[in-house]
């Protein structure tokens, strides 16, 4: 269902930036109409798939220990709860794209809090698998509701018709063309983070797939919070680059990087040092994995939470280089079966270590400087030279002072005391060692901290 998507919601988001920065209305309704018009088709595509899969509900749960009315139930519930975003949800891009993300996010933690607050005592009062399982298809209605109130709130001017979405669909080809290339982009990511573990398990074996997704695990809520955090800037990204102040972009661009790389620095740096006994405490000793695979994922989490070019990319449109995210995947599982025959784990964990550098890493920051900014990439490799040298300097440094103390086996207390406290000192002398060495970092602290003009 993820897939179904299409990309279509990022592609009517870039559509909408100008529109919206010219406050032209009327192609904002015959854009959003557009949009409508998509999802309903994507919209019945998916019901009609999911009323297919669903005669083979039987046979995908033949022995669950549960009635077949209860699983058809809960199947049908989540199913129409996603049909609820295609058919009635679709108007939120609007918000997003208008910078009034902060509305869905409000709205829905809030709903969600109440909902799970419901579920967990229903749970324990009662045990019912049907209340719980209406509790959550009822708050997606109500959350559909209130949000679509808050819109017309928000926008009462706001027409959007689907019969009219279709008349105009031609009208607005370049969606599509946008929808294509984002597809192909979404597609790549989405097959290298699946296939992994079916490589790890055909080269190493089932257990290690446990291993490496405890790591992944951790790694990878720590890149949500990162991307949600950076995420919220994409919409003011593309509306600062709608005007074309060509320095003030550039001058934007440079701070929301060094911001990037300094925390990416000290989360990098906390990972290293305290990964391994929270591992420990929390599976137990034998769960640890091998050194170089930490320092392959702390190459990759790296790469993948300081990458500033995205929000950029994505304000400038520039989703054409469709073959890149192919190159990447083909990379990756060429260098991954070598790899894992010849090395295991290790080879199959370097596989994304080369080709996201090649791709994310190389390839990326040179298509936004050529074809974005239009000037020379040199000036970010040696930010990024520099950007590097400092957390090797942090490893080093950390290295050095941790060799004699014992980080694993300890107790949760004294972990969580050495966690705050290593915490509190990288973060703290790597904002000294940033502030003095990168002038872009001190103006974003000057001017968003100070609140001093820069």
């Known amino acids: 269902m993820n897939l179904a998507e299409l990309g279509i919601g990022s592609a009517i988001g870039y559509v909408l930036y100008k529109p919206i920065f010219d406050d032209d209305r009327k192609k904002i309704n015959e854009i959003i109409s557009v949009m409508g018009y998509l999802y309903r088709v994507i919209g019945n595509i998916i019901l009609v798939l999911g009323l297919i899969l669903a005669c083979f509900l039987p046979f995908i749960f033949p022995n669950t220990g549960f009635?077949?009315?209860?699983?058809?139930?809960?199947?049908?519930?989540?199913?129409?709860?996603?049909?609820?975003?295609?058919?009635?949800?679709?108007?939120?891009?609007?918000?997003?794209?208008?910078?009034?993300?902060?509305?869905?996010?409000?709205?829905?933690?809030t709903s969600n809090l109440v909902k799970t607050l419901i579920q967990l005592a229903l749970a324990y009062y009662t045990?019912?698998?049907?209340?719980?399982?209406?509790?959550?298809?009822?708050?997606?209605?109500?959350?559909?509701?209130?949000?679509?109130?808050?819109?017309?709130?928000?926008?009462?001017?706001?027409?959007?018709?689907v019969k009219e979405g279709k008349l105009l669909f031609k009208k607005y080809s370049d969606v599509i063309t946008y929808t294509r290339q984002l597809f192909v982009h979404r597609i790549s990511a989405f097959v290298q983070f699946q296939i992994a573990p079916f490589l790890i398990y055909a080269f190493v074996s089932l257990q290690t797939v446990a291993l490496y997704g405890n790591y992944t695990m951790l790694f990878d809520k720590i890149s949500q919070i990162f991307n949600n955090l950076f995420g919220s800037a994409s919409a003011s990204i593309a509306n600062l680059i709608a005007e074309g102040n060509k320095e003030k972009i550039l001058r934007v661009f440079w701070v929301i990087t060094s911001i990037r790389f300094y925390i990416a620095t000290v989360v990098i740096c906390c990972f290293y040092l305290l990964i391994e006994p929270f591992i420990s405490i929390?599976?137990?000793?034998?769960f640890i994995l091998p050194k170089q695979i930490l320092y392959l994922l702390l190459v990759n989490f790296f790469v993948g939470i300081s990458r500033g070019t995205d929000s950029f990319l994505y304000g400038y449109g520039l989703f054409a280089d469709t073959w890149a995210p192919i190159v990447e995947s083909t990379i990756y599982i060429l260098v991954a079966i070598i790899g894992g025959n010849l090395f295991g784990l290790t080879g199959i964990v370097l596989a994304t270590t080369i080709s996201t550098i090649l791709i994310i890493g190389i390839w990326k920051p040179y298509y936004l400087f050529s074809r974005g900014f239009k000037l020379s990439v040199f000036s970010y490799w040696k930010r990024y030279v520099i950007y590097i040298f400092v957390l090797a300097t942090n490893i080093f440094v950390i290295d050095v002072n941790t060799q004699n103390i014992n980080i694993i086996n300890v107790t949760i207390f004294v972990f969580l005391y050495r966690?705050?406290?290593?915490?509190?000192i990288i973060a703290i002398l790597n904002f000294v060692v940033f502030y003095l060495i990168f002038k872009e970092f001190r103006s974003a602290f000057r001017y968003y901290v100070l609140k001093q003009k820069t």
């Open 67 to 109: 009635h077949l009315g209860v699983i058809y139930f809960t199947y049908f519930s989540f199913l129409f709860s996603s049909l609820i975003g295609y058919y009635i949800n679709y108007r939120q891009n609007l918000l997003g794209a208008d910078q009034r993300n902060y509305i869905i996010t409000g709205y829905f933690q």
């Open 282 to 286: 929390w599976l137990g000793v034998e």
């Open 127 to 161: 045990g019912s698998y049907i209340l719980w399982v209406i509790i959550e298809f009822s708050f997606a209605v109500i959350f559909a509701c209130i949000l679509n109130w808050k819109i017309n709130q928000v926008y009462p001017w706001l027409e959007s018709d």
């Open 419 to 424: 966690a705050l406290f290593t915490s509190f």
